[in-house]
């Protein structure tokens, strides 16, 4: 195939989504994500000397570059902590951390504070039930398929991928596709 050639650009992820769910999407102004379950698979290693090993996927961090670059603000909530947490976060820019909360509703009441957005504004991503106070607040909502079912009910939308192999990705995409910012994070990779 010619490098030069165009290539047909692949269908959108936000084609076909409810006009109920695009309402929720297009006064997204923070993005909120668990880690474990979310952006790595849940799975947990630990080495002899007791040490934490966590695998994140690079795609979901580019949708977040990308988030970020578009003006909406990401911050991770997670209930454990771990310094492998705290590595990817400075590696994507994510200033707002908040990790070791068993009850993360705090840390949210904190990120609406600090900047002034409405609950309408954020938007959360989980896996478990610790998830479910901020699901049911977030003005969308989202489960990954491979989180415990007992969240599906508060998820407006539970994504394709699963947690850590593109999940995050996935809903960055969507994001950005529904409020009309997707041709703009493109312009960087397909302009000469």
């Not at 070791?100 to 840390?107: D, L, M, S």
Request: net charge neutral; hydrophobic share 40%.
């Amino acid at each position: 195939m010619n490098p030069k050639s165009p290539i047909a650009p692949a269908p959108l992820a936000s084609n076909g989504l409810p006009e109920e769910l695009k309402s929720r999407i297009v006064p997204l102004r923070l993005m909120i994500f668990d880690v474990d379950g979310v952006l790595t698979d849940g799975k947990v290693i630990y080495t002899d000397q007791g040490s934490e090993i966590k695998e994140f996927d690079v795609q979901d961090g580019h949708g977040i570059k990308m988030l970020q670059r578009a003006g909406i603000e990401v911050a991770l909530i997670s209930g454990r902590a771990c310094r492998a947490v705290e590595h990817r976060a400075a590696g994507l820019g994510i200033s707002r951390l908040y990790q070791g909360f068993k009850v993360k509703t705090e840390p949210y009441a904190q990120l609406l504070a600090d900047t002034g957005l409405k609950e309408s504004q954020t938007g959360f991503m989980g896996d478990d039930l610790i998830d479910i106070p901020i699901l049911r607040r977030a003005g969308f909502s989202v489960a990954v398929p491979n989180g415990v079912n007992h969240i599906f009910p508060y998820a407006h939308y539970i994504t394709r991928a699963r947690g850590g192999q593109g999940a995050a990705r996935e809903v960055c995409d969507i994001i950005l596709q529904v409020q009309g910012l997707w041709e703009k994070a493109l312009e960087r990779y397909v302009s000469d």
